[in-house]
């Protein structure tokens, strides 16, 4: 008798104001506590600033901010991603990190025009899972062609050795 081959996707969960999403464990590199971000000028808003990490300075994200909702203190479960988004590291602060999992292929559908007030574009679905919806990210869209230019160059910065 053959096994059943089911196609699945394996995500990191992640909150953001009360949502659960979730992004490819491929697109991931890294998961960090919140430590010390340098601020810089003339930036766009959700723009936090960069990080050092191990010598390479990050650019990072508030997904909160990016997405449009409303700002919140970094508490002790706050975490930055470290994702891989077009060929970049990049940094999204999210509110916490909950889990890894693996989802079946069938239990994703394609995401709808608006869903948690973020644009169709952001989005790679909505999983299905029990009793519960995972918005799916696609790390890809997030940012524009433009904003990708505008971090490659706050990530040209020096910042000093990380204390």
């Known amino acids: 008798m053959e096994g059943i081959f089911v196609k699945e996707r394996q995500l990191v ?30 930036v766009a808003s959700y723009i936090e600033g960069v990080t050092n990490l191990r010598g390479e300075v990050i650019p990072v994200i508030s997904l909160r901010k990016r997405f449009g909702l409303a700002a919140q203190e970094n508490t002790q479960d706050t975490r930055i991603i470290m994702l891989e988004v077009n060929d970049n590291m990049v940094g999204f602060i999210v509110d916490s990190v909950t889990e890894t999992l693996r989802l079946p292929e069938d239990a994703i559908e394609p995401p709808p025009s608006n869903i948690a007030g973020l644009k169709a574009e952001y989005l790679a679905g909505v999983g299905k899972l029990d009793n519960r919806l995972l918005i799916l990210l696609e790390v890809d869209k997030i940012l524009t062609s433009e904003e990708h230019i505008q971090l490659q160059t706050v990530s040209d910065h020096d910042l000093p050795e990380a204390e």
Not at 19 to 26: A, D
Not at 28 to 37: G, L, P
């Open 13 to 42: 969960v992640f909150k953001l104001h009360n949502e659960e999403f979730g992004v490819e464990i491929t697109d991931v590199r890294e998961i960090v506590k919140v430590s010390h971000i340098t601020r810089l000028p003339h």
